[in-house]
């Protein structure tokens, strides 16, 4: 079955620190790639998308995703978490049914 | 400025009663989208549509119904048969698939 999967429902950083945020999906082909962010109460900002070309993907905030064909997975990444990062992050994709599935999301928490 | 319009953004629906979720799009995106979001369960596509007085079930699809008679509106009807409806409501349009729009969203509580 098609599916995204993000493996780790709640992290903890201290500001300042480094952050990846783990996605994995499950598709015959390679699917567009999301990532979202959204903070309580709120609707989805996006971050940043990938639908082809080169892998290593520059979004707003910071913060960056690469993806790797060969691990099925578009990781997300900030070198340094200010402490207005805390939210909910959304991993996505859309195959040629043009829907959009949506990972079940972390939970991200910045200490200062 | 463009954007997607929910409203409104807390409703409250009593046991039994038909509740409708109004979206609307300034976008000219030609396909739009209702998600139902629960804690620890991410989104989960409710319907979509594609074109005009077209539309499909998406995942979790009974208990809802919509209506898409204008290319900017695409309003959900919560209804009696949706156990339990209490969660919070996404709508979101886009263009070939190629760029989402959500907007603010709907808090709707059974009481």
């Known amino acids: 079955a098609q599916s995204v999967t993000q493996p780790d429902i709640h992290i903890t950083v201290s500001e300042g620190a480094s952050l990846e945020l783990r996605c994995n999906y499950s598709y015959g082909a390679t699917p567009y790639l999301f990532w979202y962010v959204q903070s309580p109460g709120q609707g989805l900002q996006l971050l940043l998308k990938y639908f082809s070309g080169d892998t290593l993907v520059q979004g707003i905030k910071g913060f960056e995703a690469e993806f790797k064909r060969s691990q099925s997975s578009f990781n997300l990444r900030k070198p340094s978490v200010h402490w207005s990062d805390a939210a909910e992050y959304f991993c996505a994709v859309v195959l040629n049914t043009d829907k959009l599935i949506f990972g079940t999301g972390t939970r991200l928490q910045v200490f200062p | 400025d463009g954007g997607i319009t929910q409203s409104p953004k807390y409703l409250f629906r009593k046991e039994g009663q038909n509740v409708t979720l109004s979206c609307e799009q300034n976008?000219?995106?030609?396909?739009m989208y209702w998600y139902r979001q629960d804690p620890g369960q991410g989104l989960r596509l409710i319907y979509y549509s594609q074109i005009v007085n077209d539309f499909q079930k998406g995942d979790i699809a009974e208990g809802y119904s919509v209506s898409r008679e204008k290319k900017e509106s695409f309003p959900l009807t919560v209804t009696s048969a949706q156990k339990n409806p209490t969660a919070f409501y996404l709508c979101?349009?886009?263009?070939?698939?190629?760029?989402?729009?959500f907007g603010s969203g709907t808090r709707l509580t059974v009481v």
């Open positions: 976008l000219n995106h030609d396909a």
């Open positions: 979101a349009s886009s263009s070939q698939g190629f760029g989402y729009t």
